[in-house]
Nanobody, 126 residues
Framework: QVELVESGGGMVQAGGSLRLSCAAS????????MAWFRQAPGKEREFVATITWGSEYTYYADSVKGRFTISRDNAKNTVYLQMASLKPEDTAIYYC???????????????????WGQGTQVTVSS
């Protein structure tokens, strides 16, 4: 059984930075592509960023490209989301997710991710 635990959320002023972490357990972390999604109040969950199992490829939503960086440390079973130049519209609960199928590529389709964390709140004040 996969367990994903996010941390690092909080409140920050616009223009600030935060780094989210997601610690994984339960199966071979290095075999699965990972992603970050977010959900703002009253909105659907949306894709933020993804990284392949070996870190060869990353892919970002247009809204965060150039400001957010996804990375992973397979030795620590952890995926990160470095967020910079934060905007009030980045306010949301951020979720990490693991693809259902091993050795997958990049995907922004939430239905390709079968395991999810509980989420961490990010609030950006203006």
């Amino acid at each position: 059984q996969v367990e994903l635990v996010e941390s690092g959320g909080g409140m920050v002023q616009a223009g600030g930075s935060l780094r989210l972490s997601c610690a994984a357990s339960g199966r071979t972390f290095s075999a699965y592509s990972m992603a970050w999604f977010r959900q703002a109040p009253g909105k659907e969950r949306e894709f933020v960023a993804t990284i392949t199992w070996g870190s060869e490829y990353t892919y970002y939503a247009d809204s965060v490209k150039g400001r957010f960086t996804i990375s992973r440390d397979n030795a620590k079973n952890t995926v990160y989301l470095q967020m910079a130049s934060l905007k009030p519209e980045d306010t949301a609960i951020y979720y990490c997710a693991q693809q259902t199928t091993a050795w997958g590529g990049v995907s922004r389709d939430r239905y390709e991710y079968g395991s999810w964390g509980q989420g961490t709140q990010v609030t950006v004040s203006s």
